[in-house]
């Protein structure tokens, strides 16, 4: 079972735009400015989109933005295009013992 | 451009050692914390361990600490993940990742995975 909560599933059509959102705890997404996300196409390496909750790496689109308030983080995507269409993860630094938490991943599908 | 390349997956029995490799290029290797991380059905994305640009550090999650032990080549731009006394809930998609010397919590750049299969 994942540290952090995610919704399993989001979908959009061509165009419009969708938020996953990224639970967490006072001790991880709550207490450090430390949230990452990433996108995951099966079978190809895992991608950063986001990192420190808001940075967007070079090369990664503007179509992509993060957020948080409080203990929950939020990756929207706007523009919603077909390449789109992957696993989703949040990830956030921890107090606890185990550094480096994970959320299950949400399936983003482009109707 | 930057490349990280894992290989040494296998099927094992329950119990026995395994030692992941992965091949990083494309960039000054010293320079940059390295990660172990895993992927399962069941239970996700799940980081397993970090070692630092020098080596002198390393952090293991739970789940593996006393079994699993990360090192590195700096000659050989590689970091490798020793298991032992596997277990069937080790079975998994074992990636390497880079993290910017001054953000340790950023995977920064993957590698494409192996897998691990522990079953009798």
């Known amino acids: 079972q994942s540290a952090l909560t995610q919704p399993a599933s989001v979908s959009g059509s061509p165009g419009q735009s969708i938020t996953i959102s990224c639970s967490g705890t006072s001790s991880d997404v709550g207490r450090h400015n430390f949230v990452s996300w990433y996108q995951h196409h099966p079978g190809k390496a895992p991608k950063l989109l986001i990192y420190?909750?808001?940075n967007r790496p070079s090369g990664v689109s503007n179509r992509f933005s993060g957020s948080k308030s409080g203990n929950t983080a939020s990756l929207t995507i706007s523009g919603l295009q077909a390449e789109d269409e992957a696993d989703y993860y949040c990830s956030s630094y921890t107090s606890s013992s185990a550094l480096y938490v994970f959320g299950p991943g949400t399936k983003v599908t482009v109707l | 451009q930057v490349e990280l390349v894992e290989s040494g997956g296998a099927v094992v029995q329950p119990g026995m050692s395994l030692r992941l490799t992965c091949a990083a290029s494309g960039f000054t290797f010293t320079s940059y914390p390295m990660h172990w991380l895993r992927q399962t059905p069941g239970r996700g994305l799940e980081w397993v361990t970090i070692i630092s640009g020098d080596g002198s550090y390393e952090n293991y999650a739970g789940s593996v600490k006393g079994r699993f032990s990360i090192s590195r080549d700096n000659s050989k731009d590689t970091v490798y993940l020793q298991m032992n006394t596997l277990r069937a809930e080790d079975t998994a998609v074992y990636f390497c990742a880079r993290a910017p010397d001054s953000r340790w919590h950023t995977f920064e750049t993957w590698g494409q995975g192996t897998l691990v299969t522990v079953s009798s």
């Open positions: 420190d909750v808001t």
